[in-house]
Nanobody, 115 residues
């Protein structure tokens, strides 16, 4: 059974940084497309960043381009989201999605950007 666990969220001041981790167990992520999503209160879940199985291709929503970086370490079965220059509007629950034939979601990690 594939399980996805996010970690690394927390409270940070505007302009600060956080690194989220997404640990997958139950299978190797080598063949998985990995994505990060977020959902703010009262809003729909949106895709933030995605990375191909080999790590050679990544995409970002316009609002985070130049500030967020998605990466993966297949040897550690982990994907990451480095978030810099955080803004209050980045406040949301962040979810990791591992996709191979179907998507597997984690429980999410809260990111709050506030002074």
């Amino acid at each position: 059974q594939v399980q996805v666990v996010e970690s690394g969220g927390g409270l940070v001041q505007p302009g600060g940084s956080l690194r989220l981790s997404c640990l997958v167990s139950g299978d190797t992520i080598r063949n998985y497309h990995m994505s990060w999503y977020r959902q703010a209160p009262g809003k729909e879940r949106e895709s933030v960043a995605e990375i191909s199985s080999g790590g050679s291709s990544s995409n970002y929503v316009d609002s985070v381009k130049g500030r967020f970086t998605i990466s993966r370490d297949n040897a550690k079965n982990t994907a990451y989201l480095q978030m810099n220059s955080l803004k209050p509007e980045d406040t949301a629950v962040y979810y990791c999605n591992a996709i191979r034939f179907r998507g597997y979601w984690g429980q999410g990690t809260q990111v709050t950007v506030s002074s």
